[in-house]
């Protein structure tokens, strides 16, 4: 578009430059020496710079263009008003908001308001809670714009940009949990130790003193084991990329057994594994996979009734391997189904510090299988115990049948 109208604007300034040359009765040209070329030149020259201001133009438009193409891009919804508050530009984030209902129509408002004081020179920043579902935080920030003409008195416009925060406040808030809840872990089992020292210090009973030193040591063992939970979880986390390996979901199934066996000898809780085929098999890291399917069955354990059965079982539905872990325990409320698997979180708080659960368990169950592409889940009922499974893809993904189960062996 811009070629073409240069192109005709050099085509008016020939012709103007047709009119001013002198012309014979015969219709042949008579050109002036002097006058004529000079006239020559000044019209070249007022066509070369009609030419450069064209280009100019159409750089400029390819520029504002990429410009534009970039700001819808980005995440964060972009707002531009004039001197007068009247928007002139939206990126394709922001543009949602406009004639938006619901929740998001309190965002149209808000950016109304904060455009309307950045053009009166007021800087403004200000947070929405937005309760979805699904729920938001969005955070706006308006500044006001220096007028073209360098005026810093004159109202020059507006810049607004929306940013979704949630994920920054989420993550806020569990550092923030998880530092208190640390802090009052090791706390509390420090000072017991405190004061168990000073108690044992003037101490002459035998008696006396073996029961404080076994006391002692078994805090002692309470710090030791919330240590080596933070310490595994860190590291699980940092794994984002575990081994990819061939791991056979029954050797998973016996460690994991083995490390919550003295546990459930010591409540007379037997332990039954019912086994997969040899062929079943996960892609991963087995360390890993142990480490969460223990877990699992510890934690079955430490919430189970002296004498009671826990199930270990493992099936293929389709590409997917699924590992149950079942007790007839005292079971989860409704409520504190969806946090269970957060670090620290406990149902029962007095039993855990009886059975030395650190709280970071099912944390790591639930890392593992995220690592790994899977998934865990749970479901209880109180009274009628729980069922966490364990859900991870098959190494075969093409054995799209259930597997039959060994019989049942029992570990007590």
Known sequence: MVIGRSARVRRRLDSLRTRFEGRTTDGSTVRSSSSSSSLEESVERLALAVDRHFTRQADTRVTADRLVDALDVIPQGI????GQGDVVF????AQRFNDARHSEALVESAIGELVAAAVAGVAEVRTLELYGPPRRALQLRAEPLVAADGDVGAPGGAFLMVEDVSERQRLDAVRRDFVANISHELKT????????????????????????????????FRVARTIDDLLQLSQIEASEQPLQEPVAIGAVMAEAVDRARSGADLRDIQLVVLEPDQGVSVLGDRRQLASALANLCENAVKY??????????ARTEGSWVEIDVADQGIGIPEADLERVFERFY????????DTGGTGLGLSIVRHVAQNHGGEVSVRSREGEG???????????????????????????
């Open 189 to 220: 089992p420090v000072g017991a130790l405190g004061v168990l020292a000073e108690a044992l210090v003037d101490e002459d009973q035998p008696e006396v003193i073996a029961r404080l030193a076994d006391r002692m040591h078994r805090e002692a």
């Open 90 to 93: 939206r990126n394709r984030a």
């Open 79 to 82: 707002v531009l008003a004039d």
């Open 346 to 353: 406990r149902v029962d708080r007095a039993r855990s510090r």
């Open 304 to 313: 189970s009734d002296d004498g009671a059965e826990v199930s270990v079982t």
């Open 386 to 412: 729980s069922t966490f499974t364990l859900r991870l893809p098959a190494a075969d993904a093409a054995t799209g049948t259930e597997s039959t189960t060994r019989t049942p062996r029992i570990s007590s």
